[in-house]
C-alpha cells in the first residue's frame, strides 16, 4: 500500500514568511509524529498525535511553531515568521495505535529558509 | 532525560566485507526499545532493526544483527556481506517504554561501501 506521503518536497522563503508542510499518513494509523532534522544532525522528536487524543507538544521548539492533525488523517505543520535557523528536513512518520515501536517514515520537506 | 551518542561520524567498508556501527546511550529505565534506522539520499527512514531491552537474545535480520550489551548500554549493528545498496545514514534511536510517544536519535554514522 501506499506510504506516508509528504509535501512539498522542498521549500524555499524568505526569513519572517510562514510556512504549511503537510503530511499524509498510512491509511489505518492513529498515531502520527514530527520531527526535525537539521543538516548533519539525527532528528529532533517535534509533535505527537494519537487519535482524537491531546497532542504531545513538548518538542516544540518555540510557539512559533504549531501543528494540527484532521482527525485521523492528514497532518499540518505551520512554521510562523520563520527563521533561518530553522531551515532543516521536516519529516512526519506514523504508526498503529500501540506501535509506538514501529514508525514508518515519510521522504520529509526540506525547508530552506533564506 | 535519554541520550543517544553514535561516536562514529562516518565509516567505510568493503563490498562483501563486514563492518560494525556503534551506539551508546544512556538511561535510568530498564525497559525501553531500541531501533536501527537506514537513511539513504532520498531521505525516507527505513527501520533495518529492533530488539526490546528485556529480552537477552541480540536480534537479527537477515545479514544485519546487533550486539546489545545492556549493563554496558551499548547497542551495535553488525552488518554482513555489505552490498552497495547498504550505502545510507545510518540512526541509533531510543524509545522509552513509559514515555513512548517519541524516539531519540543520534547523530547518525554515514556508510560508504567500496566496490
Known amino acids: 500500500g501506499a506510504g506516508v506521503s509528504q509535501s512539498p518536497s522542498n521549500k524555499v522563503t524568505e526569513k519572517g514568511k510562514d510556512v504549511e508542510l503537510r503530511c499524509d499518513p498510512i491509511s489505518g494509523h492513529t498515531a502520527l509524529y514530527w520531527y526535525r532534522q537539521r543538516l548533519g544532525q539525527g532528528l529532533e522528536f517535534l509533535i505527537y498525535?494519537?487519535?482524537?487524543?491531546?497532542?504531545?507538544k513538548s518538542g516544540l521548539p518555540s510557539d512559533r511553531f504549531s501543528a494540527e492533525r484532521t482527525g485521523e488523517s492528514v497532518s499540518t505543520l505551520t512554521i510562523q515568521r520563520t527563521q533561518q535557523e530553522d531551515s532543516a528536513v521536516y519529516l512526519c512518520a506514523s504508526s498503529l495505535r500501540g506501535r509506538t515501536d514501529t514508525q514508518y517514515f515519510g521522504p520529509g520537506t526540506r525547508l530552506t529558509v533564506l | 532525560a535519554q541520550t543517544v551518542t553514535q561516536s562514529q561520524p562516518e565509516m567505510s567498508v568493503q563490498e562483501a566485507e563486514t563492518v560494525t556501527l556503534s551506539c551508546t546511550y544512556d538511561?535510568?529505565?530498564?525497559?525501553?526499545?531500541l531501533f536501527w534506522y537506514k537513511q539513504p539520499p532520498s531521505r525516507q527512514m527505513i527501520l533495518v532493526i529492533r530488539?526490546?531491552?528485556?529480552?537477552?537474545q541480540n536480534a537479527t535480520e537477515n545479514r544485519f544483527s546487533v550486539n546489545f550489551q545492556k549493563a554496558a548500554k551499548s547497542f551495535s549493528l553488525k552488518i554482513s556481506d555489505s552490498q552497495l545498496g547498504d550505502a545510507a545514514m545510518y540512526f541509533c534511536a531510543y524509545r522509552s517504554m513509559e514515555y513512548g510517544n517519541k524516539l531519540v536519535f543520534g547523530a547518525g554514522t554515514i556508510l560508504r561501501v567500496k566496490s
Open positions: 530488539q526490546e531491552a528485556y529480552k537477552q
Open positions: 498525535f494519537q487519535g482524537n487524543s491531546a497532542p504531545d
Open positions: 538511561t535510568s529505565e530498564s525497559d525501553y526499545y
